[in-house]
């Protein structure tokens, strides 16, 4: 899909077309899978915040400018909503979501036995160098090396200062390179 | 996935090349669509609409203010000094009663006559209380209130 095609797309959304925006969800929904997977290490976490950020961009349709790249708005949307969850987690005391028990407990529910195999090993591997992160470290580290979004985009996503970018940055690769020495 | 020694770039590069299986990618879809058709969409307001709404809120908060302000603060005006009672002497107004009192015992000629004395009396009064009160506002601040009410057969209670 270009990208004129998506803003048209957009616009009609916007005016209340529940199959353009159907499309977007379709064209979307796998790139936000992916960064929510990234960010939140689970593959339950990451369906539920991809259906909570459709829900949301369809509520705020009315607020979204189509001189904006969509995809970015979106994308704006889910790392907002990914965010609140890391931070919920960090206060809370640590789940044990990938403890063996709860882990047989989705073999049995899900029919890709195979791919949810994958996803836990992945999400487990990253959670491994990325635990110690901050949330804000966490989010810019995916967005900037692992997604490869440019300085600007980023910004664009998050919201935050250049100078924050970098340091966040700065820390989060520092830390995980420490976290590499150390095994 | 093993945890072996790698360099950060490896590492990135891992993370990038291995993608999570997105599985059942349209039962999600499905799922939103439900969500979405349940959820109004939310159309854009005419920027005007908001601006004036904004206003009328504006306005309807200075109102309240305003009210309130009567209501807990009363004028500086209400408190003006009004002159007490005890002002005028009682033995005037006991007169005019006396006066009138007399009246009744008196023909009709008389009581016309009466009436026309003190008709007489009150307008060369007024004329007495105009011509003071002017003398009064063309004097300058500080003048003897008692020499004022002298005009006019009035004792000053003090």
């Not at chain 1, 949301?56 to 979106?74: A, C, E, G, H, K």
């Not at chain 1, 029919?111 to 090993?121: G, H, K, Q, T, V």
């Not at chain 1, 804000?136 to 910004?155: C, I, M, N, P, S």
């Amino acid at each position: 899909m270009t990208r004129e095609e998506m803003q048209q797309l957009a616009v009609n959304s916007q005016a209340g077309s529940t199959k353009a925006f159907e499309l977007l969800v379709v064209e979307l929904q796998p790139l936000i899978f992916r960064l929510a997977f990234r960010l939140l290490c689970s593959e339950d976490d990451a369906k539920d915040a991809v259906q909570e950020t459709f829900i949301r961009v369809w509520q705020r349709l009315n607020r979204y400018n189509p001189q904006y790249l969509f995809s970015t708005w979106v994308y704006k949307i889910a790392v907002n909503l990914c965010y609140d969850r890391l931070r919920a987690a960090k206060q809370l005391p640590k789940r044990e979501n990938c403890s063996v028990a709860s882990w047989e407990e989705n073999i049995s529910l899900q029919s890709d036995a195979e791919a949810a195999l994958i996803n836990r090993e992945l999400g487990e591997y990253i959670a491994h160098f990325t635990a110690g992160l901050t949330p804000k470290q966490k989010l810019v580290f995916t967005l900037r090396d692992v997604q490869g979004f440019g300085a600007e985009e980023v910004e664009k996503i998050t919201g935050l200062s250049p100078e924050k970018i970098k340091s966040n940055l700065y820390l989060a690769r520092k830390y995980i390179r420490e976290k590499i020495v150390r095994i | 996935m093993k945890h072996e020694n790698i360099s950060y770039d490896e590492l990135i590069s891992k993370l990038k090349s291995a993608s999570p299986q997105f599985s059942d990618p349209e039962a999600l879809t499905r799922s939103i669509m439900l969500s979405v058709e349940r959820l109004p969409l939310r159309q854009k307001q005419h920027t005007a609409l908001r601006i004036t709404g904004f206003l009328s809120g504006v306005a309807a908060c200075l109102l309240v203010c305003l009210l309130v302000r009567e209501l807990a603060w009363q004028p500086a005006t209400f408190a003006a000094p009004i002159p007490p009672a005890a002002v005028f002497s009682e033995a005037y107004s006991d007169r005019i009663a006396a006066e009138i009192e007399d009246v009744s015992s008196r023909s009709v000629p008389e009581k016309m006559r009466m009436v026309a004395d003190i008709m007489q009396k009150r307008r060369a009064q007024s004329r007495r209380w105009k011509s003071a009160h002017e003398k009064l506002q063309n004097s300058p601040l500080g003048v003897d209130k008692e020499q004022y009410f002298n005009l006019f057969n009035i004792s000053v209670s003090r």
